[in-house]
């Protein structure tokens, strides 16, 4: 089970800290990704992951160098955290696992993802 949290409100140039914690075995030799679905889009955007075992990670063009994320594998929780933010960044947030042997980090697609969170939203508005 993945469960994420730390959505909400902001206005923009604001940040936020998403966290999608991790029941059981989920996160042992996975990448972890972090998607979101705008209001009215069919499609997920994938927009960053991270390995559970080394360092890499990937970034999607429309939030390299503004969201970061990392992990805390003793908490068993991956972040996202999100710095200034923009009224295009509004949207659910789902976290989602895959096992490391099928996952590539040159790209992000939300085909074949193994586990999802129910999501989380994010708006940001004046």
């Known amino acids: 089970q993945l469960v994420e949290s730390g959505g909400g409100l902001v206005q923009p140039g604001g940040s936020l800290r998403l966290s999608c914690v991790a029941s059981g075995t989920i996160l042992d030799s996975q990448a972890t990704a972090w998607f979101r679905q705008a209001p009215g889009k069919d499609r997920r955007e994938g927009i960053s992951?991270?390995?559970?075992?080394?360092?890499?990670?990937y970034y999607a063009e429309s939030v390299k160098g503004r969201f970061t994320i990392s992990r805390d594998n003793a908490k068993r929780t991956v972040y996202l955290q999100m710095n200034n933010l923009k009224p295009e960044d509004t949207a659910v947030y789902y976290c989602?696992?895959?096992?490391?042997?099928?996952?590539?980090?040159?790209?992000?697609?939300?085909?074949?993802?193994?586990?999802w969170g129910k999501g989380t939203l994010v708006t940001v508005s004046e």
């Open positions: 989602a696992t895959k096992s490391l042997r099928y996952f590539t980090f040159d790209s992000l697609d939300s085909a074949g993802m193994d586990y």
């Open positions: 992951s991270i390995s559970s075992s080394d360092e890499r990670t």
